[in-house]
C-alpha cells in the first residue's frame, strides 16, 4: 500500500519539475500538501492514502483552516487550488478515478483592491530608506523596472547592461524572455550601487550580500516593511505592490497596456487589465471634463 506522502512527493520532486515551474512554486505546493498532510495524520489513526479521500473530507480541512487557523478566504482558496491540482495529477497517473476537489461546495472569494502607490508616495519610501542604502536602491529598482522580485533577485551581473541600459530578464524554459529599459534615474542608482555599494564578493549575482553573496526575497520583504514601519504608514507595502504601482503610474501617464503588458512580462493581455481601475477621486475628475 502506497502512502499519500509518497504520493506528494512524487508530484513535488518528479511532476512539477518537469513543468518547468518556479522553486517558489513547488516550494509553495509543498508546503501547503505537507501541511494537508500533517493535517490527516492528527486526525486519523492510520497514514493517509490517496483512496481516504473524499470532497467531505477536504471541506473539513477548509473549515479547520478558517476556524483554527484564521486563514483568509484567498489562502484557503489557494490551498484548494493546490490540492485540485495535485489530484488531478493522481488522476492522469491512474492513482485515483475522480478529483475530489470537483465536488467540494464552492465558497465567495472577496477581492481586495490593492492600492498602488503614487509616485510621491514611492519617493517617501526611498528618501526615509535613503537613497544611497540597500533599501533605497532596492526600492528603486522594483519600481523603475516593475519586475517581480524572484526576477530581481535572480539577476545575474551579465543580465545587467548599463552601455546600452538594458536588463534582460530570463523568463525560463520555453517562454520569451524579455528586455527592460533602465531609465536615466535607474542607470544613476545602479552605477552608485555597482561602485559603492556592492560588497566585494565573488557572486554572479548582481544583487548580494556579503554574507552569501545571494539577495534572497525574504530579505527584500524585510527591508520594506523597515521602511513601511519607519514611515508610520498604516499600508501593507509589498514587493508586488511597487510593481503595481509601476504599471498604474505608467497608466496614469497616457501609456498604453501593451506597453505595459510588455514591460511587465504578462503573457495575457487580461492581466494587465487589471491596473484599469480607478479610484472614484479619479473618476469624479474625468466626468468633471466632459
Given at each position: 500500500m502506497q502512502y499519500l506522502l509518497h504520493d506528494i512527493n512524487e508530484f513535488i520532486y518528479e511532476h512539477l519539475p518537469m513543468?518547468?515551474?518556479s522553486k517558489e512554486t513547488i516550494n509553495g505546493y509543498k508546503n501547503d500538501l505537507y501541511m494537508f498532510n500533517d493535517w490527516l495524520m492528527d486526525n486519523s489513526e492510520r497514514k493517509p492514502t490517496l483512496q481516504d479521500i473524499h470532497h467531505k473530507l477536504i471541506e473539513k480541512y477548509l473549515f479547520y483552516l478558517k476556524r483554527q487557523k484564521n486563514y483568509a478566504d484567498t489562502s484557503r482558496l489557494r490551498q484548494l487550488h493546490c490540492l485540485s491540482s495535485f489530484m488531478n495529477y493522481a488522476v492522469r497517473e491512474n492513482k485515483i478515478k475522480v478529483n475530489p476537489c470537483t465536488k467540494v461546495s464552492k465558497f465567495s472569494v472577496s477581492k481586495k483592491e490593492r492600492h498602488a502607490l503614487t509616485e510621491e508616495e514611492v519617493l517617501q519610501m526611498v528618501q526615509a530608506a535613503g537613497d544611497k542604502t540597500?533599501?533605497?536602491?532596492?526600492?528603486?529598482?522594483?519600481y523603475y523596472t516593475g519586475m517581480r522580485i524572484s526576477e530581481l533577485c535572480n539577476l545575474t551581473l551579465n543580465d545587467v547592461s548599463l552601455s546600452s541600459n538594458t536588463i534582460h530578464i530570463k523568463e525560463g524554459k520555453g517562454k520569451k524572455d524579455r528586455i527592460i529599459p533602465i531609465s536615466p534615474k535607474l542607470k544613476d542608482i545602479l552605477t552608485f550601487y555597482l561602485d559603492s555599494l556592492r560588497p566585494k564578493v565573488f557572486s554572479k549575482r548582481f544583487f548580494a550580500t556579503s554574507k552569501t553573496g545571494k539577495f534572497s526575497q525574504?530579505?527584500?520583504r524585510y527591508l520594506i516593511k523597515e521602511v513601511e514601519r519607519k514611515l508610520g504608514w498604516e499600508k501593507n507595502i509589498t514587493c508586488h505592490i511597487l510593481r503595481h504601482s509601476t504599471a498604474s503610474n505608467l497608466l496614469r501617464k497616457g501609456v498604453s497596456l501593451l506597453q505595459i503588458q510588455k514591460l511587465l512580462g504578462h503573457s495575457s493581455l487580461r492581466t494587465t487589465?487589471?491596473?484599469?481601475h480607478t479610484n472614484a477621486e479619479e473618476l469624479h475628475?474625468?466626468?468633471s471634463r466632459l
Amino acid at each position: 500500500m502506497q502512502y499519500l506522502l509518497h504520493d506528494i512527493n512524487e508530484f513535488i520532486y518528479e511532476h512539477l519539475p518537469m513543468l518547468d515551474r518556479s522553486k517558489e512554486t513547488i516550494n509553495g505546493y509543498k508546503n501547503d500538501l505537507y501541511m494537508f498532510n500533517d493535517w490527516l495524520m492528527d486526525n486519523s489513526e492510520r497514514k493517509p492514502t490517496l483512496q481516504d479521500i473524499h470532497h467531505k473530507l477536504i471541506e473539513k480541512y477548509l473549515f479547520y483552516l478558517k476556524r483554527q487557523k484564521n486563514y483568509a478566504d484567498t489562502s484557503r482558496l489557494r490551498q484548494l487550488h493546490c490540492l485540485s491540482s495535485f489530484m488531478n495529477y493522481a488522476v492522469r497517473e491512474n492513482k485515483i478515478k475522480v478529483n475530489p476537489c470537483t465536488k467540494v461546495s464552492k465558497f465567495s472569494v472577496s477581492k481586495k483592491e490593492r492600492h498602488a502607490l503614487t509616485e510621491e508616495e514611492v519617493l517617501q519610501m526611498v528618501q526615509a530608506a535613503g537613497d544611497k542604502t540597500f533599501s533605497g536602491v532596492l526600492i528603486s529598482t522594483l519600481y523603475y523596472t516593475g519586475m517581480r522580485i524572484s526576477e530581481l533577485c535572480n539577476l545575474t551581473l551579465n543580465d545587467v547592461s548599463l552601455s546600452s541600459n538594458t536588463i534582460h530578464i530570463k523568463e525560463g524554459k520555453g517562454k520569451k524572455d524579455r528586455i527592460i529599459p533602465i531609465s536615466p534615474k535607474l542607470k544613476d542608482i545602479l552605477t552608485f550601487y555597482l561602485d559603492s555599494l556592492r560588497p566585494k564578493v565573488f557572486s554572479k549575482r548582481f544583487f548580494a550580500t556579503s554574507k552569501t553573496g545571494k539577495f534572497s526575497q525574504v530579505y527584500a520583504r524585510y527591508l520594506i516593511k523597515e521602511v513601511e514601519r519607519k514611515l508610520g504608514w498604516e499600508k501593507n507595502i509589498t514587493c508586488h505592490i511597487l510593481r503595481h504601482s509601476t504599471a498604474s503610474n505608467l497608466l496614469r501617464k497616457g501609456v498604453s497596456l501593451l506597453q505595459i503588458q510588455k514591460l511587465l512580462g504578462h503573457s495575457s493581455l487580461r492581466t494587465t487589465e487589471i491596473y484599469l481601475h480607478t479610484n472614484a477621486e479619479e473618476l469624479h475628475e474625468a466626468v468633471s471634463r466632459l
